[in-house]
């Protein structure tokens, strides 16, 4: 396997995806940091919807999330509210006006236009690929997962349809656990 060819791959397809969103993303105002940023907030639980989750997450610094993270609150996109035990700790959560945001930029027309031209099959495998990739690298490299609390360790299924964290201890609804979490430790 050449590794080379595959970073190769990534990188052009990474570039075309980005040239597309660069060009979206001004329609709306926004630089490609503050969309990530956004999209992340949309995707997180309530462990992981704070500034710290954010810059761990995108690997940015504290000062250019908290940047980005005022402009998308300025923006209508973002509501900031104090945690209710932790007064230090604040929360984030996307607006309706964030969410239609994402709407309009996610999937991306060219990749919706490429998929029409690929089997369901491919796009499967090409997933399934693509996920391994990325779970051998954040495990060779130590990163964080940021995966889904139903993939993790933590996650307890209860009866009722509940699930409970055993790292937090705090009882997790079915939506709660198809959300990202920085706390996320993949089961083995």
Not at 37 to 55: E, F, I, K, Q
Not at 143 to 155: D, L, W
């Amino acid at each position: 396997m050449d590794i080379q060819i595959t970073q190769q791959l990534l990188e052009r397809l990474a570039g075309l995806l980005r040239s597309e969103g660069r060009s979206l993303l001004l329609e709306h105002g926004l630089q490609p940091v503050q969309f990530e940023a956004l999209h992340y907030l949309s995707m997180c639980n309530r462990y992981s919807d704070t500034p710290m989750g954010v810059t761990e997450f995108l690997g940015q610094t504290k000062g250019s999330v908290s940047q980005s993270l005022k402009i998308l609150e300025k923006k209508g996109l973002i509501t900031k509210m104090p945690d209710s035990k932790d007064k230090r700790v604040t929360h984030m959560q996307v607006t309706d006006a964030g969410r239609a945001v994402i709407a309009a930029l996610l999937p991306s027309p060219q990749l919706l236009a490429a998929q029409a031209l690929c089997d369901t099959q491919d796009i499967e495998c090409l997933n399934t690929q693509l996920r391994a990739l990325l779970t051998a690298m954040q495990r060779a490299n130590q990163f964080r997962t940021f995966g889904q609390c139903a993939s993790c360790v933590h996650n307890l299924p209860m009866e009722e349809g509940d699930f409970l964290c055993r790292l937090t201890n705090e009882r997790l609804s079915a939506q709660d656990v198809t959300l990202i979490c920085r706390e996320h430790e993949p089961k083995t």
